[in-house]
């Protein structure tokens, strides 16, 4: 294949976006629309491809363009591939390469859509308030993908989903639950934000440790037809504003003396009492 390119040069620009630009440079906030993200894997990439990025480049550990990464490259037409061994790879400083099943692939961003085009149609939703590690918000991704989330809402303070860890950590699940952030005027958190939901239909759960919290098991609120379960920031929680606000406050019970779970293991729990059933 004419565009196998073989690694020579370590300084070259063309591996600027796996070995040396930020995720913030990635972003590129002043010009969204040639913004960049980084996917590991071929499984990744493949969800990736399903929901329509558009592939850029890939990074293509040499025993893998023949195996695994086969399918992938058929895939993407014929952008460049950059390849040498992995001995070689090692030299750009590839933080966690050998985690990537020997494929990166740099993709284009896609324009988000707005709140109302996320959750037209949808029963179950969640907002994630301020939480800035990516780890958490991939794994919340995760959990929301299989315990039947529709849509997850973003406000502007948390990590992007798109960052490579975030990507990482939830197995590309972040191309496959529709979100967006809220940061325009009418969607701004949390008011008017939490009022644009309930216009819509949804009643608003704060998950957060109150002495006037419901459990998690009650039935009036499981019972709910259109619901946004929200999440609050890793360490303070949902800010008092958001949960005076919301139409319910909800805990999650606990024993043995603890308080509180992460933020991402709460959302799994959250997510299978409130939608699984």
């Given amino acids: 294949m004419s565009n196998i390119i073989e690694i020579t040069d370590f300084e070259a620009a063309e591996l600027d976006v796996y070995a040396r630009l ?12 040639k913004g960049l993200f980084i996917a590991e894997s ?25 195996v695994q990464a086969k399918h992938i490259i058929a895939r993407c037409g014929e952008i460049p591939i950059y390849t040498a061994d ?16 020997g494929m990166l692939c740099a993709m284009r961003r896609l324009q988000l859509p707005s709140v109302e085009e996320v959750c037209a149609g949808k029963r179950r939703i969640a907002i994630l308030e301020n939480i800035m590690n990516p780890t958490n918000v991939g794994a919340i991704f995760r959990s929301a993908a299989a315990l039947n989330i529709d849509a997850l809402l973003l406000t502007p303070q948390c990590s992007n989903p798109l960052y490579r860890r975030a990507v990482r950590v939830s197995m590309g699940t972040v191309f496959q639950v529709p979100w967006t952030y809220m940061e325009n005027e009418s969607t701004k958190w949390p008011q008017p934000g939490i009022a644009y939901l309930q216009k819509m ?19 009036k609120l499981m019972a709910e037809e259109k619901l ?12 008092s504003c958001t949960i005076s606000d919301c139409d319910y406050t909800v805990r999650i019970p606990m024993s043995h003396g603890v308080d509180s779970l992460n933020v991402a293991a709460a959302s799994a ?3 299978w009492q409130l939608c699984f059933r």
């Fill in 86 to 101: 992995f001995e070689v790879l090692t030299k750009l400083k590839l933080t966690g390469f050998q985690l990537t099943r």
């Fill in 22 to 33: 930020t995720e913030v440079q990635l972003l590129n906030r002043h010009e969204p629309e």
């Fill in 201 to 219: 239909g949804f009643k608003t759960a704060a998950m957060a440790l109150s002495d006037n919290a419901i459990t998690i098991g009650n039935p």
């Fill in 228 to 239: 946004a379960i929200v999440l609050g920031t890793e360490g303070d929680g949902l800010a």
């Fill in 269 to 271: 729990v959250a997510f």
């Fill in 42 to 66: 071929p499984k990744v990439i493949e969800r990736a491809l399903d929901a329509g990025y558009e592939p850029v480049s890939c990074l293509v550990e040499r025993k893998h363009i023949a």
